[in-house]
Nanobody, 121 residues
Framework: QVQLVESGGGLVQAGGSLRLSCAAS????????MGWYRQAPGKQRELVAA???????NYADSVKGRFTISRDNAKNAVYLQMNSLKPEDTAVYYC???????????????WGQGTQVTVSS
């Protein structure tokens, strides 16, 4: 079992920035990739970004150039730096662990509880 705790969400104006953090504990030896999903009201949960232990990353087209995922393997943590935020980025953001394939497919397994990000216009 892996436990994930997110932090860093909040309310920000359009064009602003936020940095999400996620710390993993438990069976951390089993962690391959880590990533972030989000779910907006009335919409399906979608992948935002994922990163391997070696630093290889994959992003949703909607956030490329604005968001940056990073990872600290020593701290078992993953971060999401979000710049140039837009109202459509408003969602609950979920940290997860999983497998990121060479083909860019990400398969999450463990999930955090989520943190709310609200971007006002």
């Amino acid at each position: 079992q892996v436990q994930l705790v997110e932090s860093g969400g909040g309310l920000v104006q359009a064009g602003g920035s936020l940095r999400l953090s996620c710390a993993a504990s438990g069976s951390i030896f089993s962690i391959n990739a880590m990533g972030w999903y989000r779910q907006a009201p009335g919409k399906q949960r979608e992948l935002v970004a994922a990163i391997t232990s070696g630093g290889g990353a994959n992003y949703a087209d909607s956030v490329k150039g604005r968001f940056t995922i990073s990872r600290d393997n020593a701290k078992n943590a993953v971060y999401l730096q979000m710049n140039s935020l837009k109202p459509e980025d408003t969602a609950v953001y979920y940290c997860n662990t999983g497998v990121l394939t060479r083909g860019g497919s990400y398969y999450p397994d463990y999930w955090g509880q989520g943190t709310q990000v609200t971007v006002s216009s």
